[in-house]
């Protein structure tokens, strides 16, 4: 199965939010993300609008040539920001202002009932869902049981793990929710810190069809130009999945 890669272009919004500027375009990121071969174009639209902005969301609608992929806050504010702009996948993440990036996963299992009739709206509208959520079973089955489309396994402890242990015993989590995601008819993607020097291990879990990788890519870029940076993640992916 075809690895896709979704880039996630935050970040260049931040560096344009940071003066206040026109630029850098989020936009034109996205553009050469295609360019290069990304399936994906994912944004992260906050309720406090810190980087990408609603132009942002309207433009990129209007020209993004694969899927487009809004991630947002489980909340109805945001739904009706969905139904005005219509991307092809919505994934619910959870949002705290005060944090500085997605610290982890959507807690599904808690809030089941509420979630599954955000979900059902989100559907009515012909928009596919997806969550973003620990790599745990019981979030997993959750997922499921709120009709989501998609899970988006959050791999931050694995890349953040301080030693080779720790880092074996995340990635049996990723894996074994990949696995049981796939098993109920869920399509499995992942995401939250993989870089150049830990996705390879990541690509190679058959189950997961997608990956979205923003600051690498963004970080990257900013020495060797965006085409590069997304064509040399887009290497190493298909590198690992042949080898897995």
Known sequence: MTLRLGVNVDHVATLRQARKATYPDPVTAAALAEVAGASQITIHLREDRRHIQDRDLRILRDTCQTVLNLEMAATQE???????????????VPERREELTTEGGLDVSSGRESLRKLVKNLRDGEIKVAVFIDPDLDQVRAAHKCDVDQVELHTGRYCEARNDKERAAELIRVVDSAKAAAKLGLRVAAGHGLNYENVRAIARIDEIQELNIGHAIVARAVLVGFERAVREMMDLMKDARLLS
């Open 78 to 92: 945001m739904v009706k920001v969905a139904y005005e702009f219509k991307p092809d996948m919505a994934t619910l």
